[in-house]
């Protein structure tokens, strides 16, 4: 089946850092991904929509600048988060899927900013 | 803007008997889908079940059974012969059809799943 692999699935960074996160179709092209973020014990949150070859679409609330998205192929969109401070600090979960097929999800990933 | 809500932040069932999961959702379109997810403590995103809105006849997957009421805009989950391995967290979710593929999923709060043995 299909499979969305995402890296790192954890990462401890120092506050003022940037962290990127990688997101990757395995076994189709993704001409869409989905980035999304869990606070503990609550619910996923769209963050942003990428978009392979343009620029992405971010949710309401959501600085650009400070979350960094790139879609550089039809298998990889990256996840920036720059100059992360102790509040960034989240799992963030990437999604992709082929058309209106039912979106598959990476492992996510741990971010933890000291 | 669509909303998604689950009404039950947590449920408790006895092993192998049957638990529903309700979800109700907002929405002025008339084509989208609607999935069930688990999020066991692995966080790892498990797709349940999905109800293609035009359709009429409900989804059903083994144990796993919807009852979609568009009119009502309901969307219950329905887990017969419970087992250990379905507690988690189960979302409800949204996905608009009139994107094509370009839309993500709207989630619920979620509802925390206990099964007693």
């Known amino acids: 089946g299909a499979v969305v692999s995402q890296h790192p699935s954890w990462v401890i960074c120092k506050s003022g850092t940037s962290v990127k996160i990688e997101c990757r179709s395995l076994?189709?092209?993704?001409?869409?991904m989905f980035w999304y973020r869990q606070f503990p014990k609550q619910s996923l949150m769209l963050m942003a929509t990428s978009n392979e070859g343009s620029k992405a679409t971010y949710e309401q609330g959501v600085e650009k600048d400070k979350f960094l998205i790139n879609h550089a192929s039809l298998t990889l969109s990256t996840l920036t988060v720059t100059s992360a401070h102790p509040e960034d600090s989240s799992f963030y979960i990437c999604?992709?899927?082929?058309?209106?097929?039912?979106?598959?999800f990476g492992n996510g990933t741990r971010l933890t900013v000291t | 803007a669509q909303t998604v809500t689950q009404s039950q932040p947590e449920m408790s069932v006895q092993e192998a008997e049957t638990v529903t999961l309700s979800c109700t959702y907002d929405t002025s379109e008339s084509d989208y889908y609607l999935f069930w997810y688990k999020q066991p403590p692995s966080r790892q995103m498990i797709l349940v079940i999905r109800q293609e809105a035009y359709k009429q006849q409900n989804a059903t997957e083994n144990r796993f059974s919807v009852n979609f009421q568009k009119a009502a805009k309901s969307f219950s989950l329905k887990i017969s012969d419970s087992q250990l391995g379905d507690a988690a967290m189960y979302f409800c979710a949204y996905r608009s059809e009139a994107g094509g593929g370009a839309d993500g999923l709207t989630f619920g709060k979620g509802t925390h799943l206990i099964i007693q043995p």
């Open positions: 076994d189709f092209q993704a001409t869409t």
């Open positions: 999604s992709a899927g082929q058309g209106d097929s039912p979106l598959h």
